[in-house]
């Protein structure tokens, strides 16, 4: 991927599942929601697998363990193996070896899937700040945690151990709404201490890093529904990234993403890795076209003209909204021609 200024969708003739090795997946919002597969998941998945591509899932979530997760996966009818998931956990255990001697103990305020993570770099991990820790690291820990746990590690942090986050993810959602994520968790102990960890997760390089190192890819395609830690973390891994429209990105914060969160290609869900992807064109007037849709960007709007599939009217949309932007934000209303495609 260039790191030139995107300003429309990319086109493919070939179908993305041959034309990358490897899908980078996010789950939540992509594969499945609250639990359950989304719709069109399973079969996509599959049939790629079919034709060759190799399917990694990965996660900002510390908290489960790669053998749980693929567990989960397998249950919805997904097979897959315990080296198929990659977590924020791995990533930021790796950081952490990287930085402390072999054998040395890390105060972890989080779950089991931190602990696994840490004894798989040859860490130990402890859970008092008495321990004598030579780091702290902190990732999701569920709705139980309990607050004592933070205390742990603003005693440590303040003391001046270095301090480590699998993610910052402020929010997650889960079955009855949008909960506070671990990122929420890691400002109680900023606030307490007034410290800056080190973060691992998406979107920042070492979690890019663990998947690549951990998978082998050589033509990675990021799927992901969130342009804050997927597209993102693509753009800073300059790789190729497939945004799905199932999670949490709907068509106006597409239109108004800065080119960090422009996504290569956009489709409704898994079924667009299965083909390829459809040209998005200048005309002549300034508009772009896709489909039977032409999108041009007036004085203070978006206008959208034509029919056909909504898909190829938000693919035109982007590529009017994001010209206009250039490096900035589209502040153009897009709610009209949104509308109409039902988006």
Same mark, same amino acid.
């Given at each position: 991927m260039s790191r030139s200024v995107r300003t429309r969708p990319e086109a493919s003739g070939q179908a993305l599942s041959e034309a990358y090795d490897t899908a980078l997946l996010d789950l939540d919002g992509v594969v499945y929601a609250g639990g359950n597969a989304i719709a069109h998941a399973v079969e996509s998945l599959a049939t790629a697998r079919k034709g060759g591509m190799r399917l990694a899932y990965v996660t900002n979530n510390a908290l489960r363990t790669?053998?749980?997760?693929?567990?989960?996966?397998?249950?919805?009818?997904?097979?897959?193996?315990?080296?198929?998931?990659?977590?924020?956990?791995?990533?930021?255990?790796?950081l952490i070896s990287e930085q402390v001697p072999q054998g040395a103990r890390v105060l972890v305020i989080g779950g089991e899937g931190l602990r696994v993570a840490l004894r798989e770099r040859g860490l130990v991990p402890v859970e008092s700040a008495d321990d004598d820790p030579a780091a702290v690291v902190?990732?999701?820990?569920?709705?139980?945690?309990?607050?004592?746990?933070?205390?742990?590690?603003?005693?440590a942090v303040a003391r001046g151990v270095p301090w480590f986050a699998?993610?910052?993810?402020?929010?997650i959602p889960s079955g009855?709404?949008?909960?506070?994520?671990?990122?929420?968790?890691?400002?109680?102990?900023r606030i307490a201490t007034g410290a800056e960890p080190q973060v691992?997760?998406?979107?920042? %390089? +070492?979690? $890019? !890093?663990? =998947?690549?190192?951990?998978?082998?890819?050589?033509?990675?395609?990021?799927?992901?529904?969130?342009?804050?830690t997927d597209i993102e973390g693509a753009f800073n891994g300059e790789v190729d990234s497939l945004l799905v429209l199932t999670g949490v990105t709907d068509g106006a914060?597409?239109?108004?993403? %800065? +080119?960090? $969160? !422009?996504? =290569?290609?956009?489709?409704?869900?898994?079924r667009g890795m299965l083909g390829g992807q459809p040209?998005?064109?200048?005309?002549?007037?300034?508009?772009?076209?896709?489909?039977?849709?032409?999108?041009?960007?007036?004085?203070?709007?978006?206008?959208?003209?034509?029919?056909?599939?909504?898909?190829d009217g938000l !693919?035109?949309?982007?590529?009017?909204?994001?010209?206009?932007?250039?490096?900035?934000?589209?502040?153009?209303?897009?709610?009209?021609?949104?509308?109409?495609?039902?988006?």
């Open positions: 790669p053998d749980t997760v693929a567990g989960h996966l397998t249950e919805l009818g997904i097979p897959t193996g315990a080296e198929d998931v990659i977590t924020s956990a791995q990533a930021v255990a790796r902190q990732g999701f820990g569920g709705p139980d945690l309990p607050w004592g746990r933070f205390a742990e590690a603003s005693y699998s993610n910052t993810d402020l929010t009855r709404g949008i909960a506070p994520g671990n990122g929420a968790a890691v400002e109680v102990v691992a997760g998406k979107p920042l %390089p +070492p979690m $890019h !890093r663990e =998947t690549i190192l951990r998978t082998g890819a050589q033509r990675p395609l990021v799927v992901g529904d969130r342009l804050d914060q597409l239109l108004a993403a %800065p +080119p960090q $969160h !422009r996504p =290569t290609y956009v489709d409704a869900d898994l040209d998005v064109v200048e005309t002549s007037e300034g508009g772009f076209r896709c489909g039977g849709w032409t999108a041009t960007a007036g004085a203070d709007r978006l206008e959208l003209d034509g029919e056909g599939e909504a898909l !693919r035109a949309l982007c590529a009017a909204a994001w010209t206009a932007a250039g490096e900035g934000v589209c502040e153009l209303d897009g709610e009209k021609a949104l509308a109409r495609l039902g988006l």
